[in-house]
């Protein structure tokens, strides 16, 4: 069941299996649709270079994300200013065996992480690269890169970005993580865009 918050509440929902193909494309389907390991390991291999940044090249209210797992999938989030990012992980439990200590950095403590929350840039990346994601790409950009790096569609102006990052970290009210309908690329791409879209399971 997809969880209404007072911004979905007041859009329409794009489904991505009926949204014009150009606008935009996510990153979930690579978790879904490789045909075999070695076109895996081919798309892994391809993510090496795809919008990697260094940390001085940051401005504020970019989207970015990083790679997970080899490349497996990735996390997104809105880089906020001084070294803080916004994003959405799991909001339910999950396994907690695994103890970590929080954060000496920005005090965040990973074992009690749920919904809408705010980090250091180094607690986002999680000790992988530093990525950015397009807005306003050409078509051929697009159709070439892979999912879940780029739109051809507009980005809004940085500080209505960081508003509806702020006003959702500070609200927490983004719904249920789920996979496919509300994730952490849904809820930077809502922040960039005040579009909510979602792609239905294969």
């Not at 979930?28 to 081919?42: Q, Y």
């Not at 065996?97 to 920005?106: F, H, N």
């Not at 789920?178 to 809820?187: A, H, I, Q, V």
Request: glycine residues 6%; positive net charge; hydrophobic residues 25%.
């Amino acid at each position: 069941m997809f969880v209404e918050s007072k911004y979905q509440n007041k859009l329409k929902r794009y489904d991505i299996n009926s949204y014009p193909a150009h606008v935009c494309k996510t990153s979930i389907p690579r978790l879904h649709m490789a045909s075999s390991r070695s076109s895996s390991l081919t798309e892994m291999h391809r993510t090496r270079f795809i919008n990697k940044i260094d940390k001085e090249s940051l401005e504020r209210g970019d989207h970015i994300y990083a790679y997970r797992k080899g490349g497996l999938y990735s996390h997104h989030g809105i880089f906020i200013g001084e070294d803080r990012v916004i994003h959405f992980v799991r909001t339910n439990e999950g396994n907690t065996s695994r103890r970590v200590e929080p954060c000496q950095k920005c005090g965040v403590d990973k074992n009690h992480l749920r919904g809408v929350v705010k980090s250091c840039v180094d607690c986002f990346l999680n000790g992988h690269s530093l990525r950015r994601y397009r807005y306003s790409a050409s078509h051929r950009r697009f159709a070439t890169n892979l999912g879940g790096t780029c739109t051809t569609g507009d980005a809004d102006p940085p500080d209505v970005t960081i508003s509806r990052a702020e006003d959702l970290f500070n609200t927490k009210d983004f719904g249920d993580y789920d996979l496919l309908k509300n994730n952490c690329e849904t809820f930077a791409v809502f922040c960039k865009t005040g579009k909510h879209y979602y792609r239905k399971p294969i």
